[in-house]
């Protein structure tokens, strides 16, 4: 269970309207979905995972933004055993990046897992051609076809198109969940179930977290109004876990992309402890003083746990205001109610600066005008 230990003044009249704005919201599927867990997809997706691991020593997931931070955080985070790893691609423009990636596959057995909601971002595009090019080179087409599996639009998309006629295997973004918030469906669930995280006590944490996270997100999130409207337009999420850096990432654009608008938001920041403490730490204790800090307190050893002590205490005496979010396990369950904690926590507090958590007009301007750049429209 999520604990926050501060306390903030809550309109409990205001968060339940709150509440059910999302809960009715076209894009608030995400919110009941721990508790709706659509049960033939999740079979589906199993089965997928295991004939990826018994045929591929790695798989490609190939996506940018909510289509690969979640899985990439809570797999890095936990480091699961699985016989098959996980290469990334499609998350930059960098050929570099590209060249990396398909010279580290090699002569490898490998399937494509390609994610894109809308099925046309530009980044996951051109990966995945290059690394299709290359399975169909490998294996020919028929074998090549039936190791890609594609998570995009139940209906539409250029994606959805090219997986129907070629007939990959398809798994479906739900309309009604955005990127960012899609971490426990399919988006996230097959490269995790691949990566060997235990997906079932995963789930498990985001539903058990359904009731009991109300009250600590609530307070969570009033408290971050509280501090924005006093002018803390900085957050600054500290781990003390270097795993969790992507962890870091993901909450960067959950609450990025679901607060920056309308001249409104508190910019997210992220750092490890003590790592950074050996760069950051100086401006941390003495810097200008417009950010808070969030801790995210994991469960941890003896020494590691004086470190979160000393940080505490060093820095409210700073000056900074420092919130500490509890979290039970280091493990699938305590993952799956952090999610859901933070999603929760990101929706209502966006709702308190007035702006919509989902959607992302100012994604949408950058990718129209590249494709513009790009000729490709
Ligand atoms: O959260 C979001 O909606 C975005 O960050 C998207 O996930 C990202 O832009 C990738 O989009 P798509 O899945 O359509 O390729």
Not at 89 to 103: F, H, I, Q, T, V
Not at 209 to 227: D, F, G, H
Request: glycine content about 10%; overall charge negative.
């Amino acid at each position: 269970m999520i604990k926050v230990n501060f306390d903030s003044k809550v309109d409990v009249k205001r968060t339940a309207e709150i509440l059910k704005e999302i809960a009715k919201d076209e894009m608030g599927g995400w919110f009941n979905l721990p508790r709706k867990i659509d049960m033939g997809e999740f079979v589906r997706i199993k089965e997928a995972a295991k004939k990826i691991q018994e045929e591929s020593e790695y798989l490609v997931c190939i996506g940018i933004g909510g289509s690969y931070l979640g899985h990439r955080a809570i797999i890095e985070a936990l480091r699961p055993k699985s016989e098959t790893k996980i290469i990334y691609a499609g998350n930059s423009l960098s050929k570099r990046e590209l060249d990396y990636a398909l010279k580290k596959v090699g002569d490898h057995d490998f399937s494509i897992n390609v994610i894109s909601k809308s099925g046309t971002t530009l980044e996951p595009s051109i990966a995945f051609d290059e690394f299709k090019k290359k399975l169909i080179e490998k294996y020919g087409e028929e074998e090549a076809f039936s190791r890609i599996y594609a998570t995009t639009d139940k209906k539409k998309g250029a994606l959805h198109d090219e997986a129907v006629a070629a007939g990959y295997t398809r798994f479906v973004v739900p309309d009604n969940i955005g990127g960012r918030y899609s971490v426990l469906t399919a988006v996230g669930l097959l490269p995790m179930a691949v990566a060997g995280v235990n997906i079932d006590k995963l789930l498990e944490g985001a539903a058990g977290a359904v009731e009991s996270t109300i009250e600590p997100a609530s307070k969570y999130a009033w408290m971050r109004y509280e501090l924005g409207l006093k002018g803390y337009d900085t957050e600054v999420f500290a781990s003390f876990e270097p795993s969790t850096m992507y962890f870091n990432e993901w909450l960067k654009q959950l609450f990025g992309e679901s607060e920056g608008k309308g001249k409104q938001g508190i910019f997210p920041a992220a750092v490890i402890y003590s790592t950074d403490l050996h760069s950051l730490g100086q401006f941390m204790q003495e810097g200008r003083r417009n950010l808070f800090e969030t801790i995210i307190d994991f469960p941890t050893d003896e020494t590691n746990a004086k470190v979160v002590q000393a940080v505490k205490s060093a820095h409210i005496a700073g000056g900074i205001p420092v919130l500490d979010v509890s979290v039970s396990s280091f493990d699938e369950k305590g993952f799956g109610e952090l999610i859901y904690f933070f999603e929760t926590a990101c929706a209502i507090s966006a709702k308190l600066f007035g702006v919509n958590p989902f959607d992302q007009p100012g994604v949408e301007a950058y990718k129209s005008e590249l494709k513009r750049l790009m000729g490709l429209v």
